[in-house]
């Protein structure tokens, strides 16, 4: 998985996180997701899923090796 693949899917994770939340809360516009999640708070969040994409992935690999 390179960079971008792992970009696009923190940022699906961020979608589907609010499509979650406003669906439980019978929200049908994305609009206040969208302010909400714009700037500093969407690359804070964007940062952490990145970072947990890295660390699952990371231990993937490392779980691979020791199964050779």
Do not use: P, W
């Not at 939340?21 to 929200?27: E, F, K, N, R, S």
């Not at 964007?46 to 231990?59: K, V």
């Amino acid at each position: 998985m390179n960079k971008q693949d792992i970009q696009n899917l923190a940022e699906n994770a961020l979608h589907e996180a609010c499509r979650h939340i406003q669906d439980a809360l019978g929200v049908t516009s994305g609009d206040t997701a969208g302010l909400f999640f714009t700037g500093a708070r969407e690359e804070i969040i964007l940062d952490f899923l990145t970072a947990y994409i890295d660390t699952e992935l990371m231990l993937k690999d490392l779980s691979n090796a020791t199964k050779d």
